[in-house]
């Protein structure tokens, strides 16, 4: 792998608000992927295979696909996928089941693995490819394909494919709505101007988490991370503890807020970093909670917040993320602000992303 510095996040995250109000809107405008199929009139469930930042887009938005397809809706593992969920298959259980292969890449090993066993165990059902690539693996073995290729891959992954595989699920999630006659909690019009209103935010989401750059490195105390939140945040949380690890080698990890509360909280140091995803909706109050204790106990609490939401939290220091909001959609720009301060903790650091600056990679 070549170099990858730091820099490379910053590239990619100037293309963001052309992203948001152009090219991500596009993908909702792409052609039907299922027509006439008969699978929609009896479906139950919904399987999404991933890798890496795959998977966390396929989590950070389950709860979305839910309330707006008004199926069953189960993320999991590719390689989890092949070697234990295929096993409990039966051919009744696939006709009622839609797989969806998402990859980035549109080669991940295990995504194509699991699609291949799939269709060769049921070729008369379903299998989606959602793909950053044009061509790639996860195409070839799909009967069905929605493209989310965007102008630019990116030379960093997932910075912004990540978000492209969110929408390109949605966009799924609406189709089967749309089919089913299902009248969920948003429509495709209503997040094609979520999306579209969410570029004017992003700018400035940027531009805070820069001016707080000093201020979060202060806080780190040079141990771990860990990012909490629950529901729609939970998927967000594994993305961002996924991009600091890749970024800057810090380790770091995502985790429920009341699973970190039950188990983790009880680590050592207790002066690392917390960052928690404070969402007016179902879980803000049992965030508001933990940040509370957990500052008591000595951590450093860092809020990720849209505007206004939090600033009764106790917090070490906030991160706010402007635009509008929705609980269910906040996962589609959430991840922005520690996305950027990865970059600037492997600066700190004079870390390459990855370890390309040294010869682990290639022992990988």
């Given at each position: 792998?070549?170099?990858?510095?730091?820099?490379l996040?910053?590239?990619?995250?100037?293309?963001?608000?052309?992203?948001?109000?152009?090219?991500?809107?596009?993908?909702?405008k792409?052609?039907p992927?299922f027509?006439?199929?008969?699978?929609l009139?009896?479906?139950?469930?919904?399987?999404?295979?991933?890798?890496?930042?795959?998977?966390?887009?396929?989590?950070?938005?389950?709860?979305?696909?839910?309330?707006?397809?008004?199926?069953?809706?189960?993320?999991?593992?590719?390689?989890?996928?092949?070697?234990?969920?295929?096993?409990?298959?039966?051919?009744?259980?696939?006709?009622?089941?839609?797989?969806?292969?998402?990859?980035?890449?549109?080669?991940?090993p295990?995504?194509?693995?699991?699609?291949?066993?799939?269709?060769?165990?049921?070729?008369?059902?379903?299998?989606?490819?959602?793909?950053?690539?044009v061509g790639?693996?996860?195409?070839?073995?799909?009967?069905?394909?929605f493209?989310?290729?965007?102008?630019?891959?990116?030379?960093?992954?997932?910075?912004?494919?990540?978000?492209?595989?969110?929408?390109g699920?949605?966009?799924?999630?609406?189709e089967?709505?749309?089919?089913r006659?299902f009248n969920?909690?948003?429509?495709?019009?209503?997040?094609?101007d979520y999306?579209?209103?969410?570029?004017?935010?992003?700018?400035k989401?940027?531009?805070?988490?820069?001016?707080?750059?000093?201020?979060?490195?202060?806080?780190?105390?040079?141990?771990?991370?860990?990012?909490?939140?629950?529901?729609p945040?939970?998927?967000?949380?594994?993305f961002?503890?996924?991009?600091?690890?890749?970024?800057?080698?810090?380790?770091?990890?995502?985790?429920?807020?009341?699973?970190?509360?039950?188990?983790?909280g009880?680590?050592?140091?207790?002066?690392?970093?917390?960052?928690i995803?404070?969402?007016i909706?179902?879980?803000?109050?049992?965030?508001?909670?933990?940040?509370?204790?957990?500052?008591?106990l000595?951590?450093?609490?860092?809020?990720?917040a849209?505007?206004?939401?939090?600033?009764e939290?106790?917090?070490?220091?906030i991160?706010?993320?402007y635009?509008?909001?929705?609980?269910f959609l906040?996962?589609?720009?959430?991840?922005?602000?520690?996305?950027?301060?990865?970059?600037?903790l492997?600066?700190?650091?004079?870390?390459?992303?990855?370890?390309?600056?040294?010869?682990?990679?290639?022992?990988?």
């Open positions: 792998m070549d170099l990858k510095s730091p820099n996040v910053y590239e990619q995250l100037d293309t963001y608000e052309t992203l948001f109000s152009t090219e991500l809107p596009k993908i909702l792409h052609s992927v027509g006439n199929d008969p699978t009139r009896h479906l139950q469930t919904v399987y999404v295979i991933g890798d890496g930042d795959s998977l966390y887009a396929a989590i950070a938005v389950e709860y979305a696909f839910r309330h707006i397809s008004g199926v069953e809706y189960i993320p999991v593992p590719a390689f989890e996928f092949t070697q234990y969920s295929l096993q409990g298959f039966t051919a009744e259980k696939a006709r009622r089941s839609i797989l969806i292969g998402v990859s980035a890449s549109g080669g991940s295990f995504v194509v693995d699991a699609m291949q066993k799939y269709r060769a165990a049921f070729p008369d059902c379903p299998v989606v490819s959602i793909c950053g690539k790639g693996e996860i195409e070839k073995n799909a009967n069905k394909i493209s989310v290729q965007l102008n630019e891959l990116g030379r960093t992954p997932g910075i912004r494919t990540y978000s492209a595989s969110m929408v699920l949605l966009a799924i999630a609406c089967i709505a749309e089919a006659g969920g909690s948003i429509t495709r019009k209503e997040l094609e999306i579209v209103s969410s570029a004017v935010g992003v700018r989401t940027i531009i805070e988490a820069d001016e707080k750059t000093k201020d979060i490195l202060n806080l780190f105390d040079g141990s771990f991370i860990t990012f909490v939140g629950s529901g945040s939970h998927g967000t949380a594994l961002e503890a996924a991009k600091i690890v890749e970024t800057s080698g810090i380790y770091a990890y995502g985790q429920d807020l009341e699973e970190w509360n039950h188990v983790e009880f680590a050592y140091p207790v002066e690392s970093m917390l960052v995803h404070p969402n909706g179902q879980a803000f109050k049992r965030a508001e909670n933990l940040a509370k204790s957990a500052q008591e000595g951590h450093k609490i860092v809020l990720v849209h505007e206004n939401h939090a600033k939290i106790p917090n070490d220091c991160l706010t993320v635009g509008p909001y929705n609980d906040s996962p589609l720009s959430a991840f922005i602000p520690f996305t950027f301060l990865s970059a600037k492997a600066e700190k650091l004079g870390r390459a992303m990855f370890h390309t600056d040294t010869d682990i990679w290639g022992r990988l």
